[in-house]
């Protein structure tokens, strides 16, 4: 049996009692993708993205492990239901507008010493400062650096649209702006380079999309570096006892911990492995969590139906934001139907193995956003679920 075989026996027999829809983590092969972003930090502490992995439980149980430390999330409101949960190093990775959750923030003195907010701009300071309610608290900062490249003179841009700081001056004049109010003190800079660790460089059956993906990661890597490190200078020369310096994802780990102007990496979708995860030559990791979709019709030879399963990633709209049928091996969407909202027909020989009732595994194309759709995860150990565990959602959760 091929390993995607011996997986398939494994979770199948685990969940042979349940019945799908469902959702599973492999512990086994989650502890070893943690193990592997670890070794790839080389000794620098890893923040786990929570959006990546949106389970209370799943988080406790990676930041238990040598290597790790502290939670990006990505609302304010998740900040302090993670920090009034008992996490207590949290850095929101993106601006808030959440006026009644800032006023919670300026009003106790627990969540404003967990929770560290991200600015960009002088006016989120104003909106801060306008929503305190009475409270007093002083407030935890932290800048964001653009990391995007800019070639032909700025006329091409690569990299998501985030920050629109990008020179250590305006980065230092900010920094200034933070220290001056009152009621807030700069803690961090946070630089996320999606575009080297969210893109994959080696697309199947792409040879000069993924050459030219190379190609364009190792520039932006060798501009980064020089920026990011002047503008960690010209913060610091403002703020000498910066707490950190943020930056990476799973895609860059080893790139990004290699800058000593770097304090911490961040990470999460290494965790689940989901399938955009795949098409990286830095590294390999193991398909942690899956879900599970009931076969329900036997249309005619070569295809089967499964309940639901349209469950697209968030992102620009493609082929490589669908989940993709993954157990067993050889089934593939009806290029005229794709994953569907009630049902999902579903081509290839394996269909003719499958009966009314059998379980089809899927990997959705991220990590967290899996959990929106699901509120327990199964967690599997060898053949058995060992436990479950309520998902963001399955605790009333829906932050965005």
């Keep these: 049996m091929t390993v995607r075989a011996t997986d398939r026996a494994r979770y199948d027999r685990a969940t042979a009692h349940l019945d799908a829809p469902l959702a599973v983590v492999d512990l ?31 988080l406790e149980r990676v930041l238990a492990r040598p290597g ?30 959440d006026r009644s959750a800032f006023a919670e923030l300026a009003a106790d003195p627990k969540l404003a010493a967990s929770v560290t907010v991200m600015v960009d701009d002088p006016a989120q300071l104003e909106l801060i400062d306008a929503s305190r309610a009475g409270g007093t608290e002083e407030i935890r900062v932290a800048l964001e650096l653009d990391t995007s490249l800019r070639l032909l003179g700025g006329r091409v841009r690569i990299g998501a649209l985030r920050s629109p700081l990008r020179s250590p001056a305006r980065l230092a004049d900010l920094a200034r702006s933070v220290s001056r109010r009152p009621g807030f003190r700069l803690v961090g800079l946070m630089a996320y380079e999606g575009h080297i660790a969210g893109v994959g460089d ?3 059956g792409r040879p000069l999309r993924s050459r030219a993906v190379r190609l364009m990661q ?6 980064l570096v020089v920026r990011r490190a002047e503008v960690v200078r010209a913060v610091r020369a403002v703020v000498p006892d910066l707490e950190f310096v943020n930056g990476g994802g799973t895609g860059s780990v080893q790139h990004t911990a290699a800058e ?7 990470a999460g979708s290494g965790l689940y492995v989901p399938r955009l995860f795949d098409n990286y030559t830095s590294f390999t990791g193991r398909p942690a ?15 089967v139906t499964v309940l639901g399963g349209g469950y697209p990633a968030s992102g620009a709209a493609g082929p490589d934001r669908l989940p993709v049928p993954y157990l067993p091996e050889g089934l593939r ?68």
Aim: with cysteine.
């Design 202 to 204: 080696a697309v199947p």
């Design 333 to 400: 969407y009806d290029p005229q139907e794709g994953p569907g909202e009630v049902q999902t027909p579903l081509l290839g020989s394996a269909a003719d193995d499958l009966l009314i009732g059998d379980k089809v595994w899927f990997r959705h194309a991220k990590a967290g956003e899996l959990c929106e759709r699901f509120d327990a995860l199964r967690l599997i150990e060898g053949d058995r679920i060992t436990a479950t565990v309520p998902t963001y959602r399955g605790e009333g959760r829906t932050f965005l």
């Design 28 to 58: 086994e092969a989650f502890d070893a993708n943690a193990d592997d972003l670890v070794a790839r930090a080389a000794g620098k502490p890893i923040r786990v993205a929570s959006k990546s992995v949106r389970c209370r439980a799943l």
């Design 218 to 223: 190792a520039t932006a890597r060798r501009e």
């Design 68 to 97: 790790f430390a502290g939670i990006m999330s990505f609302t304010l409101a998740e900040s302090l239901w993670l920090a009034r949960a008992g996490f207590d190093d949290i850095l929101l990775a993106y601006p808030s507008a």
């Design 260 to 266: 000593s102007a770097v304090t911490e990496i961040a």
């Design 289 to 303: 969590a899956l879900f599970a979709q009931p076969v329900v019709r036997r249309p005619g030879v070569g295809v």
